[in-house]
């Protein structure tokens, strides 16, 4: 009897522990929050700002989803501001090897100079519907985890049709709580977008690699679009207002973007599993793309041009990678996430009742961890297509698998989407084979392998590849796509055949993966964060999902070994910065900066901080204060902000911020677009 009560005993104060543990309210300014669960009270109580909808609404409307990544409306007629680094592939596309506005920059000093980005598109929120009970009531009793997801994907497939056919909008079903919340989203589409500016690359990414994921730091990180309807601007009441008052250190502000993905909703195995088998796999390939794509661009100017836009972006993703794995190496905060969980886990197998509802859902996701591991690397391989990097490979898939579908898609939707301007064979050639060494080295004994090589060497097989290709060819990419199975089945065209050849693999791998794996993580992904749910609700947020989140924070420099960082950088420290790095590359400046410095208030900032929780998506998000006026436009983060992609942290942890002065002071005195800023200042 002593040991029954001993143990009730223990029981009681295990659920003690963590009924107090959650119920501690939100401590610091965590979460990027979906617009119908912003935390008015949290905000209201410790910031003394009551968030209305009409604010919230405004703000919605006035923010852009740009690519994967963020833009705001910031006039009337439909001028869109992000980032540099995030309209970068559209200004790419309209560059060539006799102008590259990459290097050179680009002002269009009228609109009939704006030039036109073929294939980009902007998209804005117009609404956000619950529609849990719709998915979730697609479940049946009894059902395996491959039913449980089969039944919420259909659910989810009628649901957006439906949506989509009443609205004339594009309607996306988001999951938030690990399948606990289904959102309905529903945008409105531009398709007419045209460059108006973009400063050099030399100042839009000054410090390069070095700097990236630095602070302090010393970017123009701009880039200035417009939209058009009908042929003519958008004009549009919902844009963002510049500011009317001095950012000072402490302020509240306000970060309204698309944030990637987070993880602090991963159960402890997932995380080794990322930590273990993920990430170094991720890490090892970005590397070696890395100084593939550095030799390139050895080879000339133009081959330097070719390349920058799919470097940056190859190590863009590498330091963030390694800055993510570096916080589940860190054995503190894998002792953290693991406390937690097994604080919850104990507290639910001490209750019979929630131990029968959710007692097993972390053995389940452990297992399915441990089976995503046996067949992670071909899954990669073949159906992530790591191991043929070329846009002529994704060309191919695209129109192979268009006519597998139950529903066949459209021709030009099976053509290929989306095109780059320029296709260089020589630079595909070398991207193809460096993959498909990868694919001979990681599985040499593949029947596959062997057929897709034979008796050739991964670059004689790229080049046969490559130059064996029609696909460049829009009408030829119309043709096939028109034809159907039929004309995808019998085409001599070396790519689409590789691309055959390569399907049903795939498909097994991606069949292995919906149902041992994400089918598992899916339904008991949904169990526990429905444990969690039940004790806690809405006031914990929901991991990223690549939709419109809100987050806030407060302007803040930090402490970094024992020095204190300025919450924001100036001119000067621009200029001060180049010099001591005596103006080599990547802390060069154009010559126009050179050549106009004596003409600018050095005082004035151009970068600034702020303890706002972001991801990367967030890149091009507008910043605004309590009037939600523009002040600024995050671009990155620095390097201690990368591990709160699992556990958020804001002592050090920081978002960094092109300062909206300096974009002013810019404009005017170093590019002297006068009718630019008096459009941006509502003169």
Sequence with gaps: MKSFHT???KASLTLLVLFLWLLIPLAADEGMWPYNLVPKEYLAKKYNFKVTDDWLNHLRLASVRFGGASASFVSPDGLVLTNHHVGRGAIQNLSTAERNLIKTGFYARTRQEELKCPGTQLWVLQEIEDVTDKVLGSEKPGMSAQEVLAARQKAIAEIQKEASDKSGLRCQVVSLYSGSMYHLYK?????????????EEEIAFFGGDPDNFTYPRFDLDIAIFRVYENDQPLKTPHYLKWKTSPLREGDLVFCSGNPGSTGRLLTYDQLLFLRDVNYPFTIANLKRRQAVLHEYARRGPEQERIALNTLFGVENSLKATIGYNSGLLDKDLMAKKLAEEQAIRKAIAADPELAREFGQAW????????????????????????????????????LVRGVQRERPASAPEMAGGRMPSEIHDDFEIVKLTDSLKLLKEQLPDLQETKWILGCQTPEEAAKALIS???????????????????????????MIKLALLVEPVSQGLRERYEKRVQAVETKNGTLVARA????????????????LR???GVVRGYVEDGKKIPFQTTLYGLYRKAQEKNFQ???????????????LNLNVPINFVATIDSIGGNSGSPV????????????DGNIQSLPTRFVYEEKVSRSVMVHADGIIEALLKVYQARPLVDELLGK
């Design 187 to 199: 945008y409105k589409i531009y398709n007419d977008v045209r460059l108006v500016f973009a400063p």
């Design 7 to 9: 143990a009730r005993l």
């Design 585 to 599: 590359a990547p802390w060069s400046l154009p010559e126009r900066w050179l050549n106009r410095k004596a003409s």
């Design 363 to 398: 053995e389940e996701i452990a297992r399915a961890q441990k089976e995503y591991a046996s067949f992670f690397k071909e899954y990669m391989l073949f159906e992530r297509a790591n191991a043929f990097n070329t846009v002529y490979f994704n060309l191919a898939r695209s």
């Design 532 to 547: 969690l749910f039940r004790l806690k609700g809405t006031s914990i947020p929901p991991d990223a999902t690549g939709t």
């Design 468 to 494: 064996g290709t029609k696909l460049k060819d829009p009408e030829f990419r119309k043709k096939l796509a028109e034809g159907g199975a039929e004309a995808i089945n019998l085409c001599q065209d070396p």
């Design 550 to 552: 809100l987050s806030f």
């Design 624 to 635: 605004v204060n309590r009037k939600g006026e523009f002040v600024g436009t995050l671009f």
